[in-house]
């Protein structure tokens, strides 16, 4: 089974930026989105790319802001993180599937999603 390794994460100050990575391992995936929970709160869709022509969605609460991209040696995605806020901060967990679905519903149905990373806290601080 592909396996899915987030890393980047971190404490920053409003305003600050981070750059999260996934990788994937023992498979090929097709894309990958971002997620995030923050205690209390549902899983909230963040960004999704497509590997093969690298199109992107964004989570309405993000955009402009994050930057998702990949470089798709071997698996990997990559979300910038600019202009960061308070309420950011969440655990943020890269996910794909086995069976390819478009980001349009991956984003918007983190349920339907059977591949996970173990997740990476970010915290913003005023």
């Known amino acids: 089974q592909v396996q899915l390794v987030e890393s980047g994460g971190g404490s920053v100050e409003s305003g600050g930026s981070l750059k999260l990575t996934c990788a994937a391992s023992g498979g090929r995936v097709i894309g990958m989105a971002w997620f995030r929970q923050a205690p209390g709160k549902e899983r909230e869709g963040v960004a999704c790319i497509h590997f093969d022509d690298r199109s992107t969605l964004y989570g309405e609460s993000v955009k402009g802001r994050f930057t998702i991209t990949t470089d798709n040696a071997p698996n990997t995605a990559y979300l910038q993180m600019d202009n960061l806020k308070e309420e950011d901060t969440a655990v943020y967990y890269c996910?794909?599937?086995?069976?390819?679905?478009?980001?349009?519903?991956?984003?918007?149905?983190?349920?339907?999603?059977?591949?996970w990373g173990q997740g990476t806290q970010v915290s913003v601080s005023s």
């Open positions: 996910a794909s599937n086995r069976v390819p679905i478009p980001c349009q519903v991956a984003i918007t149905s983190p349920m339907s999603l059977d591949l």
